[in-house]
Antibody, heavy 122, light 108 residues
Framework: QVHLQQWGAGLLKPSETLSLTCAVY????????WSWIRQPPGKGLEWIGE???????NYNPSLKSRVNISVDTSKNQFSLNLISMTAADTAVYYC????????????????WGQGTMVTVSS | EIVLTQSPGTLSLSPGERATLSCRAS???????LVWYQQKPGQAPRLLIY???SRATGIPDRFSGSGSGTDFTLTISRLEPEDFAVYYC?????????FGGGTKVEVK
């Protein structure tokens, strides 16, 4: 049974950098694209970006200038860094895995981390 | 960017009633790339439907999806108490992938 466990700082000041890590347990790491998705309080979902086991990345253009997603295959982990945080970045951040490793279902998210509430406040 | 508009924003129904949720895209989306999720308070989204009409593993058959082009529908045939939640549609036919704003199904 695949399980995603995520962690990172939950309270940041404006201009600081968000760092979150997601560990994958109980399943294959290689072959998948791994995504980060966020949800502002009371609002909808926004895809941030993805990474594969080789380090190939794709980012949402709306965040591309501030985002970096990295991978550590030795630990089956991937991480999100988001620089220059503002109050508008306050959200629950999720890591997620697609339904399978095929291109066809690359963006059908069937396994999610527990979510990390990140608040940006001075 | 493809914008998904979900309606209604809130649907007030009683257990046992039928729920019909709409997701309209700003441009045509292949049904292959249309997904539905359910989210309950304090929880991550749960995959319900992919490919517009294929139920994910373990999803009861009271949930069904349909549609094509720019208009897609999620139907819950008879609401169970555990179905009261927020539902999101998502597309990945256009880049970047986007989500709708959600429909809340609440107890009347």
């Amino acid at each position: 049974q695949v399980h995603l466990q995520q962690w990172g700082a939950g309270l940041l000041k404006p201009s600081e950098t968000l760092s979150l890590t997601c560990a994958v347990y109980g399943g294959s790491f290689n072959g998948y694209y791994w995504s980060w998705i966020r949800q502002p309080p009371g609002k909808g979902l926004e895809w941030i970006g993805e990474i594969n086991y080789r380090g190939g990345t794709n980012y949402n253009p709306s965040l591309k200038s501030r985002v970096n997603i990295s991978v550590d295959t030795s630990k089956n982990q991937f991480s999100l860094n988001l620089i220059s945080m503002t109050a508008a970045d306050t959200a629950v951040y999720y890591c997620a895995r697609p339904l399978d490793s095929s291109t066809w279902y690359r963006y059908v998210f069937d396994i999610w981390g527990q979510g990390t509430m990140v608040t940006v406040s001075s | 960017e493809i914008v998904l508009t979900q309606s209604p924003g809130t649907l007030s129904l009683s257990p046992g009633e039928r729920a019909t949720l709409s997701c309209r895209a700003s441009q045509s989306v292949s049904s292959t790339y249309l997904v539905w999720y359910q989210q309950k308070p304090g929880q991550a989204p749960r995959l319900l439907i992919y490919g517009a009409s294929s139920r994910a593993t373990g999803i009861p058959d009271r949930f069904s999806g349909s549609g094509s082009g720019t208009d897609f529908t999620l139907t819950i045939s008879r609401l169970e108490p555990e179905d009261f939640a927020v539902y999101y549609c998502q597309q990945y036919g256009g880049s970047p992938l986007t989500f709708g704003g959600g429909t809340k199904v609440e107890v009347k």
